[in-house]
């Protein structure tokens, strides 16, 4: 018979048990669901089984959380392309900015860097992230 601890441990799942930092995971995933679920099912007692409507519930709830988690990535995705675009369309206005001193700066964008989380665009010569600026102009040409 398979204890939940064995598999918490094969899974990797955090119960503050011996398993290597390494190997722990940090969220429930649905392959520590369904071996928890079976665990619960072959380990429960003959006399009183596990209601179907519970077990029904939680398999919907677990269809639910992956769906909100691939809807949280999608999301952060979409924000990150649309920061990209929105810097990249910034090549040639003029910007503004507020240094961390707290004195305000303008200055063209010539170039814009994805390298980080957030765009940096570089106005005048500086990096700045681009919630960072404050205000666009059209440099006339």
């Known amino acids: 018979m398979t204890s939940v601890d064995s598999i918490t441990a094969a899974s990797g799942l955090q119960t503050g048990g011996t398993v290597p930092p390494t190997t722990q995971k940090k969220t429930l995933d649905s392959e520590v669901f369904l071996k928890l679920l079976v665990t619960q099912l072959s380990n429960q007692d003959p006399s009183s089984p596990m209601n179907t409507n519970e077990m029904i519930a939680q398999t919907t709830q677990l269809a639910s959380m992956e769906q909100l988690t691939q809807l949280t990535t999608m999301t952060s995705e979409s924000f990150a392309l649309s920061m990209r675009q929105t810097a990249a369309a ?16 303008t200055g063209t964008v010539s170039a814009v860097s994805f390298a980080g989380p957030v765009p940096l665009v570089t106005v005048g010569g500086a990096s700045v992230p681009l919630d960072a600026l404050s205000g666009l102009t059209l440099t006339s040409s």
Do not use: K, N, P
């Open 90 to 105: 910034l090549i040639g206005r003029e910007a503004q900015y507020v240094d961390a001193d707290g004195a305000s700066h």
